[in-house]
């Protein structure tokens, strides 16, 4: 396409994205990495104090306990999903009469607005007045009615699962367009051996599904880092912070109790985690590229 | 042998139907349970949790559209969603053209500029909330629509430019070329020949796109002050702040700010879906 390839063309068609993109994305960045270094309330001018946030991070509790949180969150949200959205997806890949029905539904939470996905949620989880503890209580089961929201110790799974709800159509239906990628005669060729449909599964589906496996990790990585609605919803982050997200602690600390240069830290150690968990995605997508393919 | 066969696969179809439906059941029963509780009052919600309703009344929707300004609300939020997504999908079309169609004097140049603009995947836009809260005010922007719409362009460069690069480097260069040697125009090109073999690509991209900004929180919360700019999830969210006793009328509220979306749903999901089995999100 060289004949159309002049200078002029080309600042036409790349300066209004990448002057956007540098200004709201990229810039921030760094300005968020130079607040990281300071003590800044909000009046006056920001003062610099070194790494000192970053050392106060590992004193601070409340941040521990955000940080151990969103651990939990990432492990158990992570294996709920792959595991879910791979069974669906198979599910989906069957020809069945309301197979376009299911696989509309299924994927249906996706597109509802988080904030409300955790207000129906927080009617659910409720402990006193929830659907599902009063449906426990009422066949008998008061000891699994726990307390999934509102107490100390299992907000982060009733979040993982929440979440779980939300994306499971999502990640299935990513699955769906690796497993329709994989040719039919890898599965003949199975079958002849003598395989069966759990062989089958094992030895040929998850091995040629390795890199939409590790595309929807990362996803689902990524996308934990971007939980914030559904604590506010839900928990509200209480009681105390105790079921605080990284994301939402580090909301708390800037625009509630107005500590920016803290605040910024913990977004930079947010920074952090999600580059080393994006890292391999975009590694493929590099690959992908030299090889030729799209 | 047949008959053994086909009686084997009727028991396995009875358990897969119920497999089926217990997966519906999950994932329907949050909504429908929302429903349900929308025609219960306060007092039914709280003390008889599981009862049916003793009374089916509008009453809780009328105490929503009574309270809430929906008219406002969502010329506000299909305002934005519609100049933002437009913004976003024509510029991202551009430089992705750029990158995966122009030739630059050295031959990294496009590489450099793809993956430039594909690190936004990996950056959580809280980490970006103060900040732009910065450049906003700095550029004197905070608090007015535009100051939530270009955020709202620039989030979406990442995910696009995944897509347009991806599914341009597939398709073949040769009709564009004949098309140029007929003396074609850039523009034309794009406009003419380009867009057109791409439609269902950019199907997919502007709902996902529209979906995003549609459903955003964070940024709306931050960026916008007045209460007369309030999109559709500051309202939901501003809703339960200001009643957080009444439990019908929040769900209520609720519902019918989730209800257009889930009807456009309906109509366009086969584009979503279809989209995504396309390979489109994959990369």
């Known amino acids: 396409m060289y004949w159309l390839s002049t200078k002029r063309a080309k600042a036409f068609m790349l300066l209004p994205t990448l002057l956007i993109y540098s200004i709201f994305i990229i810039i921030p960045v760094f300005i968020a990495v130079y607040y990281s270094f300071t003590e800044y309330t909000g009046l006056g001018k920001a003062k610099f104090t070194g790494i000192s946030n970053y050392i106060r991070m590992f004193g601070d509790k409340l941040f521990l306990i955000a940080l151990r949180n969103t651990l939990l969150v990432l492990v158990l949200g992570t294996v709920f999903l792959l595991v879910g959205s791979f069974l669906v997806a198979h599910i989906m890949n069957v020809n069945f009469t309301g197979n376009a029905f299911f696989k509309m539904i299924i994927f249906a939470p996706y597109v509802i607005a988080p904030i409300i996905i955790g207000i129906i949620w927080g009617y659910i989880l409720n402990p006193n007045y929830g659907m599902l503890n009063s449906f426990l209580r009422s066949v008998g089961l008061d000891g699994l009615a726990i307390e999934w929201i509102g107490g100390t110790k299992w907000s982060p799974l009733s979040l993982a699962l929440v979440f779980t709800w939300q994306m499971l159509g999502f990640h299935a239906t990513i699955f769906l367009s690796g497993i329709k990628a994989i040719p039919g005669e890898m599965y003949e060729a199975c079958a002849i051996d003598g395989a069966n449909g759990f062989q089958k599964v094992l030895f040929v589906t998850i091995p040629m599904l390795k890199e939409t496996i590790i595309i929807n990790t990362v996803l689902i990585i990524t996308g934990v880092f971007k939980i914030y609605e559904l604590v506010y919803q839900m928990t509200g982050g209480g009681p105390a912070h105790q079921s605080e997200l990284l994301t939402s602690y580090m909301y708390f600390t800037v625009f509630t109790s107005r500590r920016y240069g803290y605040g910024m830290s913990i977004a930079v150690v947010i920074l952090t985690l999600s580059i080393i968990g994006s890292f391999a995605y975009i590694r493929i997508v590099a690959r992908k590229k030299q090889e030729g393919g799209a | ?283």
């Open chain 2, 1 to 283: 042998m047949e008959t053994a066969v086909r009686k084997k696969f009727s028991i396995k179809k009875v358990l897969f139907y119920l497999l089926i439906a217990a997966i519906l059941v999950i994932s329907m029963l949050p909504i429908l349970w929302a429903v349900l509780l929308s025609f219960k009052t306060n007092n039914e919600i709280v003390n008889a949790p599981l009862a049916l309703p003793d009374l089916w009344s509008f009453g809780n929707y009328q105490r929503a559209v009574d309270t809430i300004d929906f008219g406002r609300m969502y010329f506000n939020t299909i305002f934005i969603v519609v100049i933002a997504t437009f913004f976003s999908v024509a510029i991202t079309f551009m430089s992705s053209f750029a990158i995966a169609r122009m030739t630059f004097k050295r031959k990294n140049t496009a590489d450099y500029l793809y993956f430039y603009l594909l690190m936004g995947i990996a950056i959580p836009v809280y980490v970006l909330l103060f900040p732009i809260y910065r450049i906003d005010s700095l550029l004197g922007i905070l608090g007015t629509r535009l100051g939530l719409i270009l955020p709202y362009i620039a989030v979406n460069i990442s995910f696009n430019t995944l897509l347009f690069v991806g599914f341009l480097r597939g398709i073949p260069e040769e009709l564009e070329e004949a098309a140029v040697i007929d003396g074609c125009r850039l523009v034309g090109l794009c406009t003419r020949v380009v867009i057109p073999v791409m439609k269902p690509t950019f199907v997919t991209i502007v709902i996902f796109n529209a979906v995003y900004i549609y459903n955003e929180f964070p940024f709306a919360s931050t960026f916008i002050q007045n209460d007369r700019l309030n999109t559709v999830s500051l309202m939901t969210s501003m809703f339960k702040g200001q009643y957080s006793m009444d439990y019908s009328g929040i769900i209520a509220a609720s519902l019918m700010i989730m209800l257009p979306e889930l009807v456009f749903y309906v109509f366009l999901q086969k584009y979503i879906i279809g989209g995504m089995t396309a390979g489109a999100v994959k990369g």
